[in-house]
Structure formats: C-alpha cells, structure tokens
C-alpha cells in the first residue's frame, strides 16, 4: 500500500503544479474584462476579442482547478442526511459516490477526448481566430487528472469500510 501512497504524492503534486498555472490565468483575466469595461463604457469602444479571451481563460481556470478542489475537498457535499447514519453506512455511502463520480468523470474525459480527436486544429475562435484544440484538450486532461482524485478518494473510502 505504500506504492499507492507514493503514487498519489506524486499525482497530487502534478495537481498543484497544474492548479497554480490555473491560478495565474486569474490575474489577466480579471484586468482584460476590467480594461474592457472601462474602454466600453467611457469610450464606446471594446476591446475586440475580450469576450473570447476571458472564455478561454475560464477554461483554463475552471478545468484545471478541478482536481485541486477534490483534493482539497472543496466541493459542496451534501452531509447532513448522511450524517445520521452508523459509521459503516456513511462509508458505503461514500464508496457508492465515488463509483458514481468516477463513471461521471470517466465519460466527461472519453467524451473530451473524442470531441478534442476530431478537431485537426483547423477550428478557430471566431474574432481573433485561435485555434481552439489546445483548449479543447483541457476538458480530457483536467478530467483525467479529477478521475486520478477520485480513484485515490474511491480507494481511501474502501479501506476506511474495511477497516470498521
């Protein structure tokens, strides 16, 4: 079991390196739609492309956050129904979640992945023409990275029901 524990610190590293990159699209993001708003208002003149640019620094924000937010249980969870049961219920309750999300997460990165395949780079925005594949892969690998989470989530809740 010790493998696994490796293994996770390692993923769970990864995850922080790629959260901060996320963390660092906030700053510009927040300036250009703040720049935009100034110039739209006061001077009747938007910055071409701001909306564009701020969606894809949204991608990247959101999608590559996603695991962090697992690892750090950020996520809204809904105990208060939960709470109520034995100890033992609550951990099959939460082995059962963690299937379920794992399946989620399994389909959203398959479906990622398809859709991300079947672009050969020639789609672009449709104001400042960037190619929208480097966006699109996010979507597979922000969720393969969330899917490792939970495996690691799945695998802490079975030996947490073993163990009582």
């Known amino acids: 079991m010790e493998w696994l524990v490796t293994i996770q610190k390692k993923v769970q590293r990864i995850i922080r390196i790629v959260s901060t990159i996320s963390m660092f699209m ?12 100034i110039t739209r208002t006061a001077f009747k ?64 990165v398959w479906q990622g992945w398809v859709v991300a395949k079947g672009d050969t780079g020639r789609i672009v925005s449709d104001v400042l023409r960037i190619p929208q594949l480097p966006f699109r892969m996010l979507v597979p690998l922000g969720g393969a990275l969330l899917f490792l989470e939970f495996i690691f989530d799945f695998l802490v809740s079975i030996n947490k029901l073993l163990k009582s």
Do not use: W
């Open 26 to 37: 906030l700053i510009p993001m927040m300036l250009l739609t703040t720049v935009d708003i």
């Open 45 to 108: 003149k938007p910055i071409s492309g701001a909306v564009e640019m701020s969606s894809f620094m949204l991608l990247v924000v959101i999608l590559l956050g996603l695991a962090y937010t697992q690892q750090v249980r950020g996520h809204p969870r809904v105990t208060i129904f939960v709470s109520r049961f034995f100890p033992r219920v609550q951990f099959i309750v939460e082995v059962i979640v963690n299937l379920f999300c794992l399946y989620i997460v399994g389909i959203v």
